[in-house]
């Protein structure tokens, strides 16, 4: 049997007074979704274990069977993975965000610095590093604004929050603090006298464009000690995704990374592609993990036009090819849920439950029959912890 997770980063939200009470995941046009559910089975799972930040580290460990309070240390390893950087035992890796830091960098104006492009963004970073880099501190560059710095022989007692939970927020009060924090909050700082010069910037506050000036560290942790997927659940699998977090899981966790080029992490991602690149990683793993960042993206941005499109063309795209596709090859189970809420109002993580579908073999429909926020009441099927979930999917017995 064969086996698909459908993972619509950030896709439930809160009822929104713009659209009568109603969620974006209630207004959106969803077929294959409500399909899902109404061929199968609708339910609730808790992704986020009580005590852990939502971050899309926690909440996709858990929607992959992993419970985080045995081998997790930090998201940023994690990503480490992804870009082939080695961490040592006495590294500490932080998340490097390219942001835009507005009123004389006393605002959180664009957590992303406008999405800024891989090019832009590898130069930028490779700039900070010839600048700031040296024996104590690397800094390596990722994909759009997601980058890497190691600090070798890190200390870590501090605290770092996300930028993207301070959108259009003051700075003040959430820049590093511990007692270990200064020489991470001074290379924030020195990066902005550097930054602010750069051609690219020069160029982009010319063209009245978003401004990257300015590096933001968080997520911090040690190398991870995941067991692999395959010892834990006796399956195969692969992972399709554009952001480094998830590659990072994948390479961490044994599975093989399917690479699209026209994958963006936004809502002009190639969804096509990753579901071609999901019936072609089929034909070699027993699963495929298949990732789309943009409903995340347009809650962060408080883009409630966006995180809609970005939900229809999932549905549109990935999860109704797909499901046709596999109805034809033979048994197959599918799932589709998001990691957490990212609601537009708030423009950042909850720890929220989400809603969940499951169909397929030895799945006896319940009485659902709509992908949305409703089933996290009327759901037959709910997992707390989260993480429970992946047993029971790929059990094959009757549901």
């Not at 960042?293 to 999860?319: N, T, W």
């Amino acid at each position: 049997m064969k086996f698909v997770i459908f993972l619509g980063d950030g896709m439930s939200d809160s009822p929104m007074p713009e659209l009568n009470g109603q969620t974006p995941l209630m207004v959106a046009k969803t077929p294959n979704l409500d399909r899902m559910v109404r061929e199968g089975v609708g339910g609730w799972s808790l992704n986020t274990p009580e005590g852990y930040y939502p971050g899309s580290d926690i909440a996709n460990l858990g929607v992959l069977g992993y419970d985080v309070k045995t081998g997790y240390t930090g998201r940023s390893p994690l990503e480490a993975g992804a870009m082939g950087v080695d961490l040592a035992d006495d590294d500490l890796a932080f998340r490097c965000n390219l942001v835009n830091l507005a009123d004389d960098f006393k605002i959180m104006g664009d957590f992303s610095a406008g999405h800024i492009t891989t090019e832009d963004a590898t130069e930028l970073i490779n700039f900070v590093n010839q600048k700031l880099g040296n024996k104590q501190f690397s800094f390596h560059p990722g994909v759009s604004y997601r980058h890497l710095l190691v600090w070798h022989g890190g200390r870590e007692q501090l605290t770092t929050i996300p930028p993207h939970d301070i959108s259009d927020k003051p700075i003040d009060g959430h820049l590093p603090s511990g007692i270990d924090s200064s020489p991470i909050s001074a290379l924030m700082q020195e990066s902005w006298k550097i930054l602010a010069d750069h051609p690219i910037n020069q160029r982009k506050q010319k063209n009245g464009e978003v401004t990257a000036n300015s590096i933001w560290l968080w997520g911090q942790g040690r190398r991870p000690k995941l067991n692999l997927f395959k010892e834990l659940y006796g399956k195969s699998g692969g992972m399709i995704s554009a952001v480094d977090l998830m590659r990072g899981i994948a390479a961490n966790i044994g599975f093989e990374t399917l690479h699209v080029p026209g994958a963006t992490g936004w809502i002009d991602t190639d969804y096509a592609g990753k579901a071609q690149a999901c019936l072609e990683g089929l034909e070699r793993h027993d699963l495929m993990f298949v990732h789309v960042e943009s409903p995340d993206e347009a809650g962060h941005a408080g883009r409630l036009d966006y995180k809609i499109q970005a939900i229809e063309d999932f549905d549109r795209m990935i999860v109704g090819p797909v499901i046709e596709t596999l109805a034809k090859r033979g048994p197959f189970r599918a799932a589709s849920l998001p990691d957490h809420p990212t609601p537009i109002a708030t423009k950042t993580h909850n720890s929220d439950p989400v809603p969940f579908a499951m169909m397929g073999a030895n799945i006896k429909p319940d009485s659902n029959n709509k992908y949305d926020e409703n089933l996290l009441k009327t759901g037959s099927l709910s997992f707390d912890p989260g993480h429970k979930l992946m047993a029971k999917f790929l059990s094959e017995d009757s549901i």
